[in-house]
Nanobody, 118 residues
Framework: QLQASGGGLVQAGGSLRLSCARS????????VDWYRQAPGKQREVVASITSGGSTSYAESIKDRFTISRDNDWTVTYLQMTSLKSDDSAVYYC??????????????WGQGTQVTVSS
């Protein structure tokens, strides 16, 4: 189970840190992603981190957002800086991994609203 938190209302140019807390045990985690969906738009991936620690970012948020995790993958973070009104959206975390060698998992958190005022 995933619980996303940390969203809120912030002025343009401000910062927020989102958290995605995982509960339950997994045999392995392949990737954790942060997605966002603005009203009337498709959900898009903004940042990803792999089990090996490799990260990737959407071009629109590159150099402004940073994805990271704690040592045991219990919490994954999205540090957002220099926020713009275009960053306003509901942000979701997603985890892909496996409970055991025969049972993969692909789970989503419930979303946290980020609103950037100009």
């Amino acid at each position: 189970q995933l619980q996303a938190s940390g969203g809120g209302l912030v002025q343009a140019g401000g910062s927020l840190r989102l958290s995605c807390a995982r509960s339950g045990s997994l045999l392995k985690i392949d990737t954790v992603d942060w997605y966002r969906q603005a009203p009337g738009k498709q959900r898009e991936v903004v940042a990803s981190i792999t089990s090996g620690g490799s990260t990737s970012y959407a071009e629109s948020i590159k150099d402004r957002f940073t994805i990271s995790r704690d040592n045991d993958w219990t919490v994954t973070y999205l540090q957002m800086t220099s926020l713009k009104s275009d960053d306003s959206a509901v942000y979701y975390c997603r985890i892909q991994g496996a409970y055991d060698p025969w049972t993969p998992t692909d789970a989503w958190g419930q979303g946290t609203q980020v609103t950037v005022s100009s």
